[in-house]
């Protein structure tokens, strides 16, 4: 079982920043993947960055791509999603997510466990 606390979501303009953050209790192992989601009003969840706790190699979303960095601290079962020259289609709820194990780490249906979700909110 594993527990997803995220923070740092909110509002900024077009070209702005936000942090986000997802702290993980529970049982982690190498295989385990922290993956960021995000769902718009009237969209299908998807896949936006993803990193797992064996080989922190990150992956992306194309359209994220050079803007948004995922990061893991393993000391703290947290993982980071840093998110630069936002847009306005960038606006979602954001969902940390854990896989115990995936083939597919961008995909939804990979993930077990899953935070509450935070709001993230660009204008143009």
């Known amino acids: ?11 900024v303009q077009a070209g702005g920043s936000l942090r986000l953050s997802c702290a993980a209790s ?25 990193i797992s706790f064996g080989i922190p190699v990150p992956l992306y979303r194309d359209s994220v791509k050079g803007r948004f960095t995922i990061s ?12 630069d020259s936002l847009k306005a289609e960038d606006t979602a709820m954001y969902y940390c997510a854990a896989a115990p194990r995936t083939f597919r780490p961008l995909d939804r249906f990979g993930y077990d466990y899953w935070g509450q979700g935070t709001q993230v909110t660009v204008s143009s």
């Open 1 to 11: 079982q594993v527990q997803l606390v995220e923070s740092g979501g909110g509002s």
């Open 26 to 50: 529970g049982y982690t192992s190498r295989s385990t993947y922290m993956g960021w989601f995000r769902q718009a009003p009237g969209k299908e969840r998807e896949g936006v960055a993803a």
């Open 72 to 83: 893991l601290d393993k000391a703290k079962n947290t993982v980071y999603l840093q998110m």
